[in-house]
C-alpha cells in the first residue's frame, strides 16, 4: 500500500536532493527516466552520468533538457560512474536511479523526512516494482522480513541495498569512497554496504519509497551472472572471513565451467584474488553476526515449501 501524504502541495528539494542517473548506450531509456524525474513534484536536482556511450547520448542530453547537469565519462566505468555523479552533487542526500527505473512521486520527500530524523542512517532502500505489472521485486521480500533488530529505526534493517533504487546520504558515500572500479558491476553495492556496516552506519527498507522498474532487453544474462559471481569472491576476499572467501570462489569457478567461460575467466578471478589480499580487512564480529542472522532466515524459508513468498515466486527464488 501506498503510505505517502500527498494532500498538500509538495516543496521543491532541488537544495536537499539530487538524483544521479548511470546510463550507457540507452538514449530512449535515460530520455524516459530524465522526463520522470524532471516531472517529480519534489524537483529534484538531476545529474546523468554518461557511462562512455558511442550512441550520441551525451550530446543529445542537454539539447534536450538543458536544466540537467551531463556528465559525460571518456570510457564505460561501470557503477564507479555514479562516484562521477556524487563527486558533482550539493545536495545533502542524493537518489541513485538507473536508465531503466522510475522513482514515484513523493517517494523523494519521504527519504528526506526519514534521513533528517535519523542520523545513523546512511542509505534507504526502497520498494522496487518490477515491469508493467508491477510486481514486487523478490529481493525486497527478504527485505521486509528482515530478522535484524529495528534499533528504532524506522524501517527493517538490512545488511545490503538495491544500487539502482536507493538514496544515500552524501556525505557518508563520500567517507566509504564509493564504489570500488575494479567490480565494475554486479553486486558492487556488496562492498559499500559491509564499509557502512563496520563504521556503524544503519541500512534500511522503505516501503513508503517506490521505485519502478522496466528492465531492459539490452542485458547480457551470461556476463552479467558471472560478474556477480566473480564479485561475491572478491569481496569476500577482501572483507570477510577465509571461509567465505574459499567458498565464493568455489561457487564463481563451478559458475564459470557451467557457463564454459573456465579458462576466459580464471585468470580474471585469479588476478582479482590478488588484487582483493592486498587490499584484504575483514569486517568486525558484529556484521558478520548481522550477515549470518540473514542467513539462517533466509534457509527457514527456503525450507518451508508451503510458504509464497510473491505471485509466481518460489522462495529458492526470491532467496537468489
Known amino acids: 500500500m501506498d503510505t505517502l501524504d500527498r494532500s498538500s502541495t509538495p516543496t521543491p528539494l532541488t537544495a536537499r ?9 540507452r538514449a530512449k531509456e535515460v530520455f524516459k527516466t530524465v522526463e520522470g524525474l524532471l516531472a517529480l513534484p519534489e524537483r529534484p536536482a538531476v545529474i546523468v552520468v554518461d557511462n562512455g556511450s558511442t550512441d550520441g547520448t551525451a550530446q543529445m542530453l542537454p539539447l534536450r533538457f538543458p536544466q540537467v547537469r551531463v556528465i559525460a565519462s571518456d570510457r564505460n566505468l561501470g ?3 555514479r562516484n562521477l555523479g556524487v563527486a558533482a552533487a550539493t545536495t545533502d542526500y542524493v537518489a541513485f536511479s538507473d536508465d531503466d527505473t522510475h522513482w514515484s512521486p513523493g517517494s523523494l520527500a519521504h527519504a528526506v523526512r526519514v534521513l533528517d530524523g535519523a542520523p545513523r542512517i546512511a542509505v534507504l532502500s526502497a520498494r522496487v516494482l518490477v515491469g508493467e505489472a508491477g510486481e514486487l521485486d523478490p529481493t525486497c521480500i527478504d527485505m521486509q522480513t528482515s530478522p535484524l533488530e529495528r534499533d528504532l529505526l524506522p524501517g527493517p534493517a538490512l545488511v545490503g541495498y538495491m544500487a539502482g533504487a536507493c538514496v544515500f546520504r552524501v556525505s557518508t558515500f563520500r567517507h566509504v569512497g564509493g564504489y570500488e572500479p575494479r567490480l565494475f558491476i554486479g553486486g558492487e553495492e556488496s562492498l559499500v554496504a559491509l564499509d557502512l ?8 527498507y ?5 521505485v519502478t522498474h522496466h528492465p531492459s532487453p539490452a542485458r547480457d544474462a551470461r556476463l552479467r551472472r558471472r560478474m ?5 569472491a572478491l569481496v569476500a576476499w577482501l572483507r570477510l ?3 567465505e572467501a574459499l567458498a565464493a570462489t ?3 569457478l563451478a559458475l564459470c565451467a557451467r557457463e564454459r567461460s573456465f579458462v576466459r575467466d580464471l585468470g580474471a578471478l585469479a588476478g582479482g584474488i590478488v588484487w582483493a589480499l592486498r587490499r584484504r580487512r575483514v569486517v ?3 556484521v558478520l553476526a548481522m550477515r549470518a542472522r540473514v542467513r539462517e532466515a533466509q534457509r527457514g524459508r527456503i525450507n518451508a515449501p508451503s510458504i509464497r513468498t510473491g505471485p509466481g515466486m518460489s522462495p529458492a527464488e526470491a532467496d537468489r
Open 197 to 204: 556496516l563496520d563504521r556503524g552506519y544503519a541500512i534500511v
Open 206 to 210: 522503505c516501503d513508503a519509497m517506490t
Open 250 to 252: 568455489a561457487r564463481a
Open 17 to 25: 536532493m539530487s538524483v544521479v542517473v548511470l546510463t550507457h548506450n
Open 228 to 232: 556477480l559471481a566473480r564479485n561475491a
Open 284 to 286: 568486525g564480529d558484529a
Open 79 to 81: 557503477a564507479a560512474g
Open 241 to 243: 572471513p577465509l571461509r
